[in-house]
């Protein structure tokens, strides 16, 4: 059974070896997350508005404003899904692929766009993951955590096992993750002491060491548990 200090240790050998590029990295994919939350939680502009009413506050002029948002609100929104679908996704892919290269051996930058050379099995297998965790979330918050770790190994897959389907990949990580996703929370907790740090630093300590550091944490348990089964 893996540990989880030194799935950390290792981790932290391979960010220290690629100080920047992993700091890069981890930047790319922070955006990418931070995107997303964004397109998910514009709803709340609705709720605003409504207050607004509530207040009787009423006019053409509001609707028209309201309309006006609303719209580019939506307009934005499927404007990223898409974007988000066909290119971004793969970008993603090709940052764990950096992550989990960095961890065995030297890696540049090139790796970010690797994704692209099968595109259309990498940009589906991405999506159908994003479908079922939306699902999951849909329907409770907590087994949406949990299928989150179910899938966490997905991008990694995609590349090490190019004669898997997108399907068979998702199915692939479900398994790897078997019994491991308890111990990969509480990695992911272990690294709370350094979140608080980036939390009073306005994000310094993070940009700069805690989010590096976690994500190459877990590319390094991805060797271990291919190491393990």
């Given at each position: 059974?893996?540990?989880?200090?030194?799935?950390?240790?290792?981790?932290?050998?391979?960010?220290?070896?690629?100080?920047?590029?992993c700091v890069?990295?981890?930047?790319?994919?922070?955006?990418?997350?931070?995107?997303?939350?964004?397109?998910?939680?514009?709803?709340?502009?609705?709720?605003?508005?409504?207050?607004?009413e509530q207040?009787?506050?009423?006019?053409?002029?509001?609707?028209?404003?309201?309309?006006?948002?609303?719209?580019?609100?939506?307009?934005?929104?499927?404007?990223?899904?898409?974007?988000?679908?066909?290119?971004?996704?793969?970008?993603?892919?090709?940052?764990?692929?950096?992550?989990?290269?960095?961890?065995?051996?030297?890696?540049?930058?090139?790796?970010?766009?690797?994704?692209?050379?099968?595109?259309?099995?990498?940009?589906?297998?991405?999506?159908?993951?994003?479908?079922?965790?939306?699902?999951?979330?849909?329907?409770?918050?907590?087994?949406?955590?949990?299928?989150?770790?179910?899938?966490?190994?997905?991008?990694?897959?995609?590349?090490?096992?190019?004669?898997?389907?997108?399907?068979?990949?998702?199915?692939?990580?479900?398994?790897?993750?078997?019994?491991?996703?308890?111990?990969?929370?509480?990695?992911?907790?272990?690294?709370?002491?350094?979140?608080?740090?980036?939390?009073?630093?306005?994000?310094?300590?993070?940009?700069?060491?805690?989010?590096?550091?976690?994500?190459?944490?877990?590319?390094?348990?991805?060797?271990?548990?291919?190491?393990?089964?």
């Amino acid at each position: 059974m893996w540990s989880i200090s030194e799935v950390k240790k290792t981790g932290l050998a391979a960010f220290k070896k690629s100080y920047w590029g992993c700091v890069l990295v981890s930047l790319i994919l922070g955006l990418l997350a931070a995107g997303s939350s964004l397109t998910g939680s514009s709803g709340n502009m609705n709720n605003a508005f409504n207050g607004l009413e509530q207040m009787g506050i009423s006019s053409p002029e509001l609707t028209a404003l309201k309309t006006f948002l609303l719209s580019t609100i939506l307009i934005f929104t499927i404007c990223w899904v898409l974007l988000r679908i066909f290119l971004l996704n793969l970008i993603e892919v090709g940052c764990h692929a950096y992550l989990k290269d960095n961890i065995t051996g030297e890696v540049t930058l090139k790796k970010l766009g690797v994704a692209f050379a099968d595109y259309k099995r990498n940009a589906l297998a991405i999506l159908l993951r994003d479908v079922f965790l939306a699902l999951w979330i849909c329907l409770l918050i907590i087994p949406g955590i949990i299928k989150s770790y179910s899938y966490m190994m997905v991008p990694y897959i995609l590349l090490d096992e190019p004669e898997l389907s997108g399907k068979e990949v998702i199915t692939r990580s479900r398994e790897m993750m078997n019994g491991h996703k308890w111990r990969a929370f509480l990695m992911d907790l272990s690294f709370i002491g350094w979140m608080f740090l980036s939390f009073i630093t306005c994000g310094l300590v993070g940009f700069f060491f805690e989010k590096p550091y976690r994500m190459s944490a877990k590319a390094a348990l991805y060797h271990e548990l291919k190491k393990e089964g």
